[in-house]
T-cell receptor, first 110, second 114 residues
Framework: SQQGEEDPQALSIQEGENATMNCSYK?????LQWYRQNSGRGLVHLIL?????REKHSGRLRVTLDTSKKSSSLLITASRAADTASYFC??????????FGSGTRLQVQP | DARVTQTPRHKVTEMGQEVTMRCQPI?????VFWYRQTMMQGLELLAY????????DSGMPKDRFSAEMPDATLATLKIQPSEPRDSAVYFC????????????FGPGTRLLVL
């Protein structure tokens, strides 16, 4: 079963708007990561947030982690057409390798 | 600019044929992962290695799939015999240390089994 589940499955916004994606997971984690996948490409690591962190920033990305709710959100501010991609959360539950969710497909309309 | 490389990038084969996919992890990375991605199943972890030793291959169909690391610069994933349901994109990823830190993905091998 999937450890991380993203929500929504698909999101379409206009350039300049903010995009928010959510990830829920089931078990306690050591860290949570977000990856981006452009069509036909491999996944690219965006950001890692550890279980003792609540918020992290990287450029136009803002990630929050609420361990009490077992959820995380990825916010992309001032979106661009180039942000069009699928976004995956991945969790480290400490037992084995990362577990990836099913992804959110983001479409940014120019 | 260190990258994970995979060959071939595309493979079309007929059912029953052997398929070998190769991956060169980033030099110095100790962990190597094989994933399969399809529209229906999403991203599935097939197997992973640490310091060339297989740690977990429970995600692989054992009867037809095999994964090896002959040396630190080469990981292979073989399917014999291949079946149409094996059609997918196969990704290799490598990581510097532990299993749960950042993974660096290759561009993938797009496999079509007719």
């Amino acid at each position: 079963s999937q450890q991380g589940e993203e929500d929504p499955q698909a999101l379409s916004i206009q350039e300049g708007e903010n995009a928010t994606m959510n990830c829920s997971y089931k078990t306690s984690i050591n860290n949570l990561q977000w990856y981006r996948q452009n069509s036909g490409r491999g996944l690219v690591h965006l950001i890692l947030i550890r279980s003792n962190e609540r918020e992290k920033h990287s450029g136009r990305l803002r990630v929050t982690l609420d361990t009490s709710k077992k959820s995380s959100s990825l916010l992309i501010t001032a979106s661009r057409a180039a942000d069009t991609a699928s976004y995956f959360c991945a969790t480290d539950a400490g037992r084995r390798a990362l577990t990836f969710g099913s992804g959110t497909r983001l479409q940014v309309q120019p | 600019d260190a990258r994970v490389t995979q060959t071939p990038r595309h493979k079309v084969t007929e059912m029953g044929q052997e398929v070998t996919m190769r991956c060169q992890p980033i030099l110095g990375h100790n962990t190597v992962f094989w994933y399969r991605q399809t529209m229906m199943q999403g991203l599935e972890l097939l197997a992973y290695f640490r310091n060339r030793a297989p740690l977990d291959d429970s995600g692989m169909p054992k009867d037809r799939f095999s994964a090896e690391m002959p040396d630190a610069t080469l990981a292979t994933l073989k399917i014999q015999p291949s079946e149409p349901r094996d059609s997918a994109v196969y990704f290799c990823a490598s990581g510097p240390t532990s299993l749960a830190e950042t993974q660096y993905f290759g561009p993938g091998t797009r496999l079509l089994v007719l």
